[in-house]
């Protein structure tokens, strides 16, 4: 097996998202708030980028299907409140919990299916020290407490560890948590409702509560009927939709990996009962294929398909799961999930039918037949997208004064030019302006920059990632050109000052 690549430093990144203006942390004047992230100038625009990307690709444009015909796509934009009902049929306000575990002393909720325990291999167990998974910090300061217990030097080889999931449950009671020091803190694992509550209307009675969707899924199960009998859709054919769901997760953490607050960009695609295989395997494929084409191409992206054991309810017999994964900084040298490509079978249609009494079927006018559709979902995390992405684009370079650029594909890079004067004098900023209003309309995110040194205009810019810097120096008033700066290689050469927005197109507009 080769190297995975090199490991990049989550914090280095974390801070230039915040230097930059890409990602703050919520309510920061107000201390912030746990799970909440902001998306500054630089960060909405590589998030809108990448939601127009799937929107483009999987609604307006995807590739013909199996059978080598269009593939029918719809959009829909609903509701982030909905009838309390819906979430009792999806089976969310019964079943969207997730294992948990408190710690009365430290007062810390973690979710049980994130704690691992480490214990010494070679003695009967004794005492073992929980830590959160990924946490690396974490791990160290169990490995420590337990050699100060143990009373040896401890290396990785002396022990063992094991996800908490797997530990006997009286086992818990030798266990120190993660944030205490003594065994006996923690509790058995217990089901927490992960949607958040609201009240709809003036008295905020029980009967007036409502909960912020946990998924956008469900509203467009809710809009089967409305699509099939206002649009000339025809089986198979997808409905797509993007939007913010709400996950009140017990212990959200990586950044922006676990928010409590989140974009999804999902698809329910119906399909007639015996298609399933063929089209889950042609969504999972192209769905890889999607990530890769936004330059997660390297071996940092694997696709996973599920275990029978990991599968969700609605998904046991059906044609499988798979997840896109990506090997954050945080997961490394293991992955974390970007998107599932999951066959939910009829599963959704049914309890909606059931619940509110509609009919949700499908008639096939040739086969003359009546049946419920079946689905195949592709649903994929908007902001863990954009983490990956900046992860990805994250290219440390001690030769650059900014040791560091950003290098996002072109078509995902939230400012595609900058124009500069090389000083701010002899006509040069005029001769700038010029042509950062000719390039302005036609690619949108261009800046114009007449002030610093040249190498911290650079700078500035491997670090938004803008791939392509055009700079009027002495010599454009004389031979009409200008000094284009290429982001990856620094490579200069000179452009006619009148082909620029030419350059920049064939280059950019891909
Ligand atoms: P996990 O196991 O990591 O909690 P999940 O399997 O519950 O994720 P899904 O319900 O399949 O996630 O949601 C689909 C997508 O939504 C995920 O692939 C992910 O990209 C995104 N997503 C889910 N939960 C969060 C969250 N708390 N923060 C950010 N993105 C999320």
């Known amino acids: 097996m080769t190297e995975p690549t090199a490991k990049k430093s989550m914090d280095e990144i974390m801070a230039l998202c915040k230097r930059r203006g890409f990602i703050f942390q919520a309510s920061e004047i107000y201390g912030g708030i746990n799970g909440f992230w902001d998306y500054g100038p630089l960060g909405a625009q590589l998030k809108k980028n990448l939601k127009d990307a799937w929107w483009q690709d999987t609604v307006l444009?995807?590739?013909?299907?199996?059978?080598?015909?269009?593939?029918?796509?719809?959009?829909?934009?609903?509701?982030?409140?909905?009838?309390?009902?819906?979430w009792v049929a999806s089976g969310h306000v019964g079943g969207f919990n997730d294992p948990m575990i408190d710690c009365r002393e430290s007062k810390r909720r973690y979710r049980a299916d994130?704690?691992?325990?480490?214990?010494?291999?070679?003695?009967?167990?004794?005492?073992?020290?929980?830590?959160?998974?990924?946490?690396?910090?974490?791990?160290?300061?169990?490995?420590?407490?337990?050699?100060?217990?143990?009373?040896?030097?401890?290396?990785?080889?002396?022990?063992?560890?094991?996800?908490?999931?797997?530990?006997?449950?009286?086992?818990?009671?030798?266990?120190?948590?993660?944030?205490?020091?003594?065994?006996?803190?923690?509790t058995e694992p217990r089901a927490f409702n992960l949607m958040f509550k609201t009240y709809v209307g003036a008295t905020a009675s029980?009967?007036?509560?409502?909960?912020?969707?946990?998924?956008?899924?469900?509203?467009?199960?809710?809009?089967?009927?409305?699509?099939?009998?206002?649009?000339?859709?025809?089986?198979?054919?997808?409905?797509?939709?993007?939007?913010?769901?709400?996950?009140?997760?017990?212990?959200?953490?990586?950044?922006?990996?676990?928010?409590?607050?989140?974009?999804?960009?999902?698809?329910?695609?119906?399909?007639?009962?015996?298609?399933?295989?063929?089209?889950?395997?042609?969504?999972?494929?192209?769905?890889?294929?999607?990530?890769?084409?936004?330059?997660?191409?390297s071996d940092n992206l694997v696709l996973r398909e599920h275990d029978k054991d990991e599968l969700a309810h609605y998904a046991k017999t059906g044609a499988g799961t798979s997840d896109v994964e990506y090997r954050f900084p945080f997961t490394y040298p293991g992955f974390g999930e970007l998107e599932g490509i999951a066959d939910r079978s009829d599963f959704d249609l049914k309890q909606h039918a059931q619940h509110s009494k509609t009919k949700l079927e499908w008639f096939d006018p040739e086969a003359k037949e009546r049946y419920v559709p079946h689905v195949i979902e592709p649903s994929a995390g908007a902001d863990r997208g954009v983490l990956a992405l900046l992860c990805e684009a994250y290219t440390p370079d001690p030769a650059r004064p900014s040791k560091v650029y950003m290098k996002f594909a072109?078509?995902?890079?939230?400012?595609?030019?900058?124009?500069?004067?090389?000083?701010?004098?002899?006509?040069?900023?005029?001769?700038?302006?010029?042509?950062?209003?000719?390039?302005?309309?036609?690619f949108g995110?261009?800046?114009?920059?007449?002030?610093?040194?040249?190498?911290?205009?650079?700078?500035r810019m491997d670090e938004a990632g803008c791939p392509f810097c055009f700079t009027i120096d002495s010599d454009t008033a004389k031979d009409q050109s200008v000094t284009v700066r290429e982001r990856d290689t620094c490579a200069?050469?000179?452009?006619?000052?009148d082909k620029v927005s030419t350059y920049l197109a064939e280059r950019i507009l891909v």
Not at 492 to 497: G, I, M, T
């Open 61 to 86: 444009t995807p590739p013909p299907g199996p059978d080598g015909k269009p593939v029918s796509m719809v959009g829909l934009d609903s509701c982030i409140i909905q009838n309390p009902k819906v």
């Open 114 to 186: 994130h704690l691992w325990v480490l214990g010494v291999a070679d003695a009967a167990q004794e005492r073992f020290y929980a830590y959160v998974e990924g946490d690396d910090e974490g791990r160290d300061r169990a490995l420590k407490l337990l050699g100060k217990y143990t009373k040896r030097q401890l290396t990785d080889a002396d022990v063992v560890a094991s996800p908490l999931a797997k530990h006997p449950a009286s086992a818990l009671t030798n266990t120190v948590g993660p944030d205490t020091k003594e065994v006996g803190t923690l």
């Open 206 to 297: 029980e009967e007036d509560v409502a909960y912020l969707r946990p998924e956008t899924a469900q509203g467009i199960f809710l809009n089967f009927k409305n699509v099939t009998d206002t649009t000339r859709v025809k089986m198979p054919f997808g409905i797509a939709q993007m939007g913010k769901a709400f996950r009140n997760e017990v212990t959200p953490r990586n950044f922006t990996f676990r928010s409590r607050e989140f974009e999804q960009m999902e698809i329910e695609f119906f399909c007639a009962p015996g298609t399933t295989n063929e089209w889950y395997a042609f969504w999972r494929d192209l769905r890889m294929r999607w990530w890769q084409s936004l330059g997660l191409a």
């Open 410 to 442: 072109p078509r995902l890079s939230p400012l595609k030019a900058g124009v500069f004067p090389l000083v701010a004098k002899d006509g040069m900023p005029e001769i700038a302006e010029k042509l950062y209003q000719e390039l302005k309309p036609r």
């Open 445 to 459: 995110a261009v800046e114009f920059d007449p002030k610093q040194t040249i190498g911290k205009r650079y700078a």
């Open 492 to 497: 200069q050469e000179r452009v006619a000052l």
